[in-house]
């Protein structure tokens, strides 16, 4: 095992000021740059999620992308992807969330989960909620079953489990 695959946190780079001023943006590509860090992630996110038996792994474009591919891969599942208005070809269902300038949305397909299938959704980061809580909300309108949440980052001081009350979470790392 090298340093880097124990030790995936040291390859997050805090970047200020970033998407704007008073903002530390936490930087995964390093992380995601390194093969064997990489993995330990993935692997270590399946083996929280595993016992949540998701049928299938939603992740949002783009870096939910990153580890929701991969992830369900490693748990034997499907994968659906979350997509911003227009992206998707097919007909969609949409749910709106909040920004700290406006709204956006994320479409997926209408027939991506079937009534009952248990879906685990993955993103790259849980900051104050709002993108996960939209997730949840497009899996309960297509009659799924949210087996969980899997995150490779929270921020614990933005609070954003507390819209996911109810829910299983699970952060590999806090701050």
């Not at 998701?54 to 994968?79: H, I, K, Q, S, T």
């Not at 209408?110 to 248990?118: K, L, T, W």
């Not at 993103?123 to 969980?148: S, Y």
Request: proline share 6%; with cysteine.
């Amino acid at each position: 095992m090298t340093s880097a695959t124990s030790n995936y946190e040291d390859l997050i780079r805090d970047v200020p000021d970033f998407p704007k001023p008073g903002i530390l943006f936490k930087d995964i590509m390093p992380m995601l740059a390194d093969g064997p860090a990489f993995r330990a992630v993935v692997d270590a996110l399946a083996e929280q999620a595993r016992p949540w038996k998701p049928d299938l792994v939603l992740g949002a474009e783009a870096r939910g992308f990153m580890f929701g591919a991969p992830l369900a891969y490693a748990l034997g599942a499907g994968f659906v992807a979350a997509r911003k208005p227009g992206k998707l070809p097919y007909t969609t269902v949409s749910a709106k969330y909040a920004l700290e300038y406006g709204f956006d949305a994320l479409e997926v397909h209408i027939d991506a989960i079937r009534p009952g299938q248990r879906v685990l959704i993955c993103d790259d980061l849980l900051a104050t909620g709002g993108t996960a809580r939209a997730k949840v909300e497009l899996v309960e309108r297509l009659e799924g079953v949210v087996a969980g949440l899997a995150f490779a980052i929270e921020l614990d001081f933005l609070d954003g489990r507390d819209k996911l009350d109810g829910y299983e979470i699970a952060s590999l790392i806090h701050y």
